[in-house]
C-alpha cells in the first residue's frame, strides 16, 4: 500500500510539469462564413495563429504547416482517344471522396522545416492523398494527371511561404478560396514543426454557403426536383413569350 501511494504521489508530481512542457496552439480564423452570391468570384479568408510555448522549452525556431480541407466528393478521370476518327472515352481512374478542396501552405518549403518522416505523410503531399482515395481496381497511371486537374482549376492549392510569421510564435496566412467551389464546412489544421518534427497541432473550421436568392433556388433544386423543373420550363415559356410579343411590336 505504502509503494502504490508513493508511486500515484510521484505520478500527481510529475503531471505538472508535464503539461508545462506542452505547446499549445492558439488558431482561429477571420471569416466562421464565406457568403457565395450569384456575383461571387472567389475570396480569401485570413487565418491568425499564436504558439504558446512555456517558459523554460528549449528548442530551434518554430515552423508552420496549414492544412485546409473542403468537402468531399468522387472524382473520374476519363481518358480521350481518337478511333476511327471519332473522339471516344478509353480507359478512366476513380477517386473516391477526394476533397473538393485542399490546400497545403507552409512558412518555408517542406523540404526545408520537415524531417523524412513527416514528409512521408500522405496528408503533406498531392500524390500520397490522391493515391489513399483511388480505387483499388484501378491503376495509377492517372493520379498526376488528376493531381494537375486539381491544380490548374485552384481546387489543389500548394504555396512554400504561404504561412507569414508575424513574430517567433505568432502567424498568419490567407487562403484563397475558388470561385466554384462545394459549400460545406472547411477544416484548417495547423501543424507546428521544430527541428523537423511536428510538436503541435490544432484545428479551426469555417464554412462555405450559398446566401439569398440563390440559397433558395439552390435548396429548391435539391428539395423539390420535379417541382423546381416545371416551374423552370414555365419560366422559360413566359420569357420567350414576353420576348416575343416586345420584339413584334
Partial sequence: MRFLALVTLL???CAPALAQ???NVVFTNSDPVVAV????RGQAVTLFGNIETPPKNAGGAFSVIVLVQGPTADWRV???RRQLGLVLNSASARYDRVPSYYAILTSSPL????NADVLAQ???RFAGLVDERRAQSDAPAYDAEFVRLMLKSGHFLQADRGVVMLSPTAFSVRVPIASDVINGPYLARA???RDGEIVAETTTRFTVRTQGFERYVAEAARGNPVVYGLATIM???ATGWLGGVLFRR
Fill in 11 to 13: 505520478a500527481g508530481l
Fill in 21 to 23: 512542457d506542452q505547446i
Fill in 37 to 40: 452570391h450569384s456575383n461571387f
Fill in 78 to 80: 476519363q481518358e480521350k
Fill in 111 to 114: 523540404e526545408q522545416i520537415a
Fill in 122 to 124: 500522405p496528408r503533406l
Fill in 191 to 193: 501543424l507546428i514543426v
Fill in 235 to 237: 419560366l422559360a415559356l
